[in-house]
């Protein structure tokens, strides 16, 4: 084998390996860049990460786990999921966990979706969606926003009889806009009940609006809705990759049947375990975020900026054309963000150093959106 050169191999020739046509039309993902400023700054305000690295109890445990890594993790990720189950009060049996709550959309569309199948979301929403899609073999139907935020009307008009689940992402990545109970009680009671409805609650814990329902309230009368919960965000573990999803046990149970085996590893368990356990300090750093989201919003509506509510932890800004020249402007003083060329950027919530040089950014650009 030493003997076929890189070229050869790389080519193709020697290898007529016939791929799925869907690839063919995947760029790959791109992650939030890092960038450095003139005088060697960089603020990284492009994943919606926690600011904060781990506390020390949840290091400690992390430490303490990479001791066992010889052995293979928990693959029923038992205690995690006890410690999930107590403390969002709902019984074990109606937990799935699954790498990353995009691992668990993989799970949730493994389990659902088949070609012919149609899955129903926003756009723009979150950019998972239309790749796990694209790779279960079902069909994307993409509903367009409405003023930056679900079209539940078109949304529910969009459902026909092959359609197996649909996404609400609330609140919404990237616009940070919401749906509200009512509205999204009434869309709940139009979708056929064999339909999955994934409640999509990664940035739940930033959430500050009353009228903004908790899925885990809604799930419980309603076997067809799912809630899916990350611990990348307000839990800050993004680099471990935990998600997990609350349903009725029987779809619990088919999810389940999805996972890759052993694909939350030991270290994450214990992590999201000693998490849970932190709740209390991990929510008061989720409240400095929600401070410095809203100093931030009022600080570009001042400068004249168009920016949505938000209540999750970035703000969207509507560039249109304008969304490269903004992000090269970030750029040149060392602040990332996650431009959508032709749509917009959006920017996550840092620190309140990071926070400043981004508005400064925004004051200066000049123009508005
Ligand atoms: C960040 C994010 C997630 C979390 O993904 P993980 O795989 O858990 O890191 C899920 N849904 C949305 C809408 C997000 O923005």
């Given at each position: 084998m030493s003997d076929v050169s890189a070229d050869q191999t790389a080519d193709g020739q020697n290898a007529p390996v016939r791929f799925r046509s869907v690839l063919e039309r995947f760029v790959a993902y791109k992650p939030g860049k890092v960038v450095v400023s003139p005088e060697g700054r960089s603020f990284k305000l492009s994943s919606n990460e926690s600011?904060?690295?781990p506390l020390p109890s949840v290091q400690e445990a992390v430490e303490r786990a990479a001791r066992d890594v010889n052995r293979y993790p928990d693959n029923n990720a038992t205690a995690l999921i006890e410690a999930i189950s107590a403390k969002y009060g709902v019984p074990a049996a109606h937990v799935a966990v699954g790498c990353g709550s995009v691992g668990v959309t993989q799970m949730l569309l493994a389990a659902?979706?088949?070609?012919?199948?149609?899955?129903v979301y926003a756009w723009r929403s979150f950019e998972a969606y239309p790749l796990l899609v694209g790779l279960s073999g079902a069909t994307s139907v993409q509903v367009p926003l409405r003023e930056e935020a679900h079209d539940l009307d078109a949304m529910a008009e969009a459902i026909n009889e092959n359609t197996r689940l649909v996404f609400v992402c609330n609140p919404n990545n990237p616009t940070g806009t919401v749906v509200r109970r009512a509205e999204l009680e009434a869309f709940l009671d139009r979708v056929p009940a064999d339909c999955l409805?994934?409640?999509?609650e990664a940035y739940r814990e930033y959430v500050r609006d009353e009228e903004v329902p908790d899925g885990l309230t809604l799930y419980r009368d309603r076997p067809n809705?799912?809630?899916l919960r990350t611990f990348s965000k307000a839990y800050g573990l993004a680099g471990l990759r935990i998600g997990f999803v609350v349903g009725h046990p029987k779809v619990a149970e088919a999810i389940r049947k999805t996972y890759l085996p052993f694909s939350v590893n030991s270290i994450a368990q214990a992590a999201g375990v000693a998490s849970l356990a932190a709740t209390g300090e991990l929510m008061d750093r989720v409240e400095g975020t929600v401070k410095e989201r809203e100093r931030v919003r009022d600080a570009l509506l001042a400068a004249g900026w168009t920016v949505p509510t938000?209540?999750?932890n970035f703000v969207w800004l509507r560039l249109g054309e304008r969304t490269m020249e903004f992000s090269a402007a970030c750029d040149a003083r060392g602040v990332s963000v996650r431009p959508f060329p032709g749509e917009g950027a959006r920017v996550s919530i840092g620190s309140p150093e990071e926070n400043d040089e981004f508005i400064a950014v925004a004051e200066a650009f000049p123009h508005r959106n």
């Amino acid at each position: 084998m030493s003997d076929v050169s890189a070229d050869q191999t790389a080519d193709g020739q020697n290898a007529p390996v016939r791929f799925r046509s869907v690839l063919e039309r995947f760029v790959a993902y791109k992650p939030g860049k890092v960038v450095v400023s003139p005088e060697g700054r960089s603020f990284k305000l492009s994943s919606n990460e926690s600011p904060h690295g781990p506390l020390p109890s949840v290091q400690e445990a992390v430490e303490r786990a990479a001791r066992d890594v010889n052995r293979y993790p928990d693959n029923n990720a038992t205690a995690l999921i006890e410690a999930i189950s107590a403390k969002y009060g709902v019984p074990a049996a109606h937990v799935a966990v699954g790498c990353g709550s995009v691992g668990v959309t993989q799970m949730l569309l493994a389990a659902v979706a088949e070609p012919g199948a149609e899955i129903v979301y926003a756009w723009r929403s979150f950019e998972a969606y239309p790749l796990l899609v694209g790779l279960s073999g079902a069909t994307s139907v993409q509903v367009p926003l409405r003023e930056e935020a679900h079209d539940l009307d078109a949304m529910a008009e969009a459902i026909n009889e092959n359609t197996r689940l649909v996404f609400v992402c609330n609140p919404n990545n990237p616009t940070g806009t919401v749906v509200r109970r009512a509205e999204l009680e009434a869309f709940l009671d139009r979708v056929p009940a064999d339909c999955l409805v994934v409640l999509d609650e990664a940035y739940r814990e930033y959430v500050r609006d009353e009228e903004v329902p908790d899925g885990l309230t809604l799930y419980r009368d309603r076997p067809n809705v799912v809630v899916l919960r990350t611990f990348s965000k307000a839990y800050g573990l993004a680099g471990l990759r935990i998600g997990f999803v609350v349903g009725h046990p029987k779809v619990a149970e088919a999810i389940r049947k999805t996972y890759l085996p052993f694909s939350v590893n030991s270290i994450a368990q214990a992590a999201g375990v000693a998490s849970l356990a932190a709740t209390g300090e991990l929510m008061d750093r989720v409240e400095g975020t929600v401070k410095e989201r809203e100093r931030v919003r009022d600080a570009l509506l001042a400068a004249g900026w168009t920016v949505p509510t938000t209540e999750a932890n970035f703000v969207w800004l509507r560039l249109g054309e304008r969304t490269m020249e903004f992000s090269a402007a970030c750029d040149a003083r060392g602040v990332s963000v996650r431009p959508f060329p032709g749509e917009g950027a959006r920017v996550s919530i840092g620190s309140p150093e990071e926070n400043d040089e981004f508005i400064a950014v925004a004051e200066a650009f000049p123009h508005r959106n």
